[in-house]
């Protein structure tokens, strides 16, 4: 339960930094359900309060469980709420909800906060909603504005696809991506309709002039860019030596990781002539096979060695599934001991391997703690004690049971039986202990 106020016995509220409203920044909103002590509480009755700024509100009775439960239950409606502002919220931002029924969501949610049944920071909660309602008027005002401004969009439209093909023209190395954006740039020109005669003619004099510019620049540039594969030709060339000098190595991590290097200097090295880069890339390939198919021989055979350490490990847990705690449990304890010193002994196996062996030494293992504990619970001088107080626990599992099927609380009431089972096999074997003690 929440720490309370020594002066007014109302639990005091978990204080959070708001964000501030103005601005893009939206108000955090702590999640109620890790801890909900910091913002209500359930009395002695059952009553389930929230902390608000005017003090405790009633919002709910809770009677299926503990007070912590009933806590939680609550906190995780808050949270439900929460979750469905920072959706509209999203939705907003994303472009992808339509602002006027995010207004009309939001103010109906902020209408019913006063009255609402969960547990949380209602202050944080409502800033969070008043910050959606803000964002989505100022989004209807934004619609509203752009619809004013489409009169005038054709012709500001030419007008920048004018100035775009200007500066492509004017600066752009990106030839492919330049030449097909110049080209989507006529498609949407031709697309574009409602400018007048005259402005139309003055832009199109604009954008075809920055098309023959950027086509004298682009020769020019494949003209430099054959020097420049005779250079990448030879580096490459380079490269190809290294690789194939290192492919006979046998420092496994080392040598892969500089073939990795070698890969990058290869990427930014360049493209050589047409005609013989690709028997370049086949030379250097060739190399690096050579070294990762020697690597792979020698990881197999290790993967072999694994394999027998496996085989050997089934062995000692064949021997081990042998042992019986009951016929005489310091003797099982340190024959168990024998057999762990070996496993560690034989070392790794299989990756794939490791979960399945080593499950069934911990049965084993496990095995042998349960003899161990039977043997604690026969003579332990306490045992009819415990066997009173596991009763006690059957009987109030089962009481909480009857109470959240009442309430309808059915994924309660089955947690509830099975914690009551379980405490029934534990009064079964403190029974047994007594009876044989």
């Not at 890790?34 to 209500?40: A, S, V």
């Not at 919220?89 to 006063?114: F, V, Y």
């Amino acid at each position: 339960m929440a720490q309370e106020n020594t002066s007014t016995g109302t639990p005091a509220p978990h204080p959070v930094p708001h964000a501030v409203s103005g601005g893009h920044a939206a108000p955090p909103v702590p999640q109620a359900e890790t801890h909900p002590d910091r913002w209500g509480r359930v009395d002695e009755e059952g009553t389930v309060y929230v902390t608000t700024a005017d003090g405790e509100r009633a919002v709910g009775v809770w009677q299926a469980g503990s007070p912590d439960e009933g806590l939680i239950h609550y906190a995780r409606r808050f949270d439900d709420l929460r979750t469905e502002v920072e959706l509209l919220e999203t939705r907003l931002e994303s472009g992808a909800g339509d602002p006027k029924h995010a207004l009309q969501s939001a103010t109906q949610m902020r209408e019913g906060l006063a009255e609402a049944a969960v547990v949380g920071d209602l202050a944080a909660l409502g800033a969070r909603i008043d910050h959606v309602i803000g964002h989505a008027e100022k989004a209807l005002a934004s619609a509203k504005a752009e619809r004013e401004e489409a009169r005038s969009a054709a012709i500001s439209r030419k007008q920048v696809l004018a100035e775009e093909a200007e500066k492509i023209a004017a600066e752009s190395t990106q030839w492919k991506s330049a030449g097909d954006r110049l080209r989507s740039i006529l498609d949407e020109w031709k697309a574009v309709k409602g400018v007048d005669r005259k402005t139309d003619d003055e832009l199109w004099k604009r954008f075809s002039k920055a098309r023959e510019a950027f086509n004298r620049r682009r020769g020019s540039h494949f003209a430099e860019l054959d020097k420049q594969r005779a250079t990448a030709k030879q580096r490459k060339e380079e490269l190809i030596a290294e690789a194939e000098k290192i492919a006979d190595s046998d420092d496994w991590g080392d040598t892969a990781g500089r073939y990795k290097d070698l890969m990058g200097e290869w990427k930014a090295a360049g493209r050589a002539p047409k005609d013989s880069d690709e028997a370049l890339w086949q030379r250097f390939r060739a190399a690096q096979d050579k070294f990762f198919a020697r690597r792979s021989a020698v990881f197999s055979e290790r993967d072999a060695e694994f394999g027998e350490n496996a085989s050997k490990k089934e062995a000692l847990l064949v021997e081990a599934e042998k042992i019986d705690p009951a016929a005489n449990l310091e003797a099982a304890k340190n024959h168990l001991r024998r057999i762990q010193d070996q496993w560690d002994e034989i070392g790794k196996v299989p990756r794939e391997r490791i979960r399945e062996l080593d499950g069934r030494l911990k049965t084993v293992q496990d095995k042998i703690k349960d003899a161990e504990e039977t043997k604690w619970r026969r003579t332990d001088p306490e045992a009819e004690a415990r066997v009173a107080q596991f009763r006690e626990r059957i009987a109030h599992f089962e009481s909480q049971a009857t109470k959240a099927r009442a309430a309808g609380k059915e994924r309660d009431a089955k947690k509830a039986d099975e914690q009551a089972a379980q405490w029934r096999e534990w009064l079964a074997a403190a029974e047994a202990a007594v009876a044989d003690r």
